[in-house]
């Protein structure tokens, strides 16, 4: 079954906006992660947060996290058209499992 | 480093044939995961290896796939016979324990079409 759930499902915004992607999640976690794909492509990593810290940035990305609503958020700043993608959340339950649990992502259409 | 790399590319099969989906993880990578992507289900996980034993096969869908890690460096997920709806993109990610983040590693996918 599908760990995160990201919303929303597709968000089209005009370039130099900013766009916020929100993931949710059930079970109790060690770290939740945020990946690109781009069409055709395999997905990238982008960025990780710790289930102890409730806000990280590199960039434009800042993602922020709350346990205690099992949620997280993706921002992505000042956005370009290169940033056209889908972006997944994926949970890691730690305790010696190195599977991630990936949501069916945010489909983003930068229009330039 | 080359990445996870991926063959081949794309595969398109009859019904009924065999198929093997080939997978080389990045060098020092201990743990492979082999995911399907389609429109309807997203990406799920089918089995996963961790110093080339099976960890968790719970997502191989039935006994017609099977997948293999003979060594560090080589993994392989086969579907015999194959069927339509096992049409999707097959994705191998290797990453390493020892980082203790779990970040995942994606290779480009093969794109199956059985017809």
């Known amino acids: 079954s599908q760990q995160g759930e990201e919303d929303p499902q597709a968000l089209s915004i005009q370039e130099g906006e900013n766009a916020t992607m929100n993931c949710s999640y059930k079970t109790s976690i060690n770290n939740l992660q945020w990946y690109r794909q781009n069409s055709g492509r395999g997905l990238v990593h982008l960025i990780l947060?710790?289930?102890?810290?409730r806000e990280k940035h590199s960039g434009r990305l800042r993602v922020t996290l709350d346990t205690s609503k099992k949620s997280s958020s993706l921002l992505i700043t000042a956005s370009r058209a290169a940033d056209t993608a889908s972006y997944f959340c994926a949970t890691a339950p730690g305790a010696g499992s190195y599977q991630l649990t990936f949501g069916k992502g945010t489909k983003l259409s930068v229009i330039p | 480093d080359a990445g996870v790399i991926q063959s081949p590319r794309h595969e398109v099969t009859e019904m009924g044939q065999e198929v093997t989906l080939r997978c080389k993880p990045i060098s020092g990578h201990n743990s492979l995961f082999w995911y399907r992507q389609t429109m309807m289900r997203g990406l799920e996980l089918l089995i996963y290896f961790n110093n080339n034993v099976p960890i968790d096969d719970s997502g191989m869908p039935e006994d017609r796939f099977s997948a293999k890690m003979p060594n560090a460096s080589f993994s392989t997920l086969k579907i015999q016979p194959s069927e339509p709806r096992d049409s999707a993109v097959y994705f191998c990610?290797?990453?390493?324990?020892?980082?203790?983040?779990?970040?995942?590693?994606f290779g480009p996918g093969t794109r199956l079409t059985v017809t």
């Open positions: 947060i710790r289930s102890n810290e």
């Open positions: 990610a290797s990453s390493s324990s020892g980082t203790s983040s779990y970040e995942q590693y």
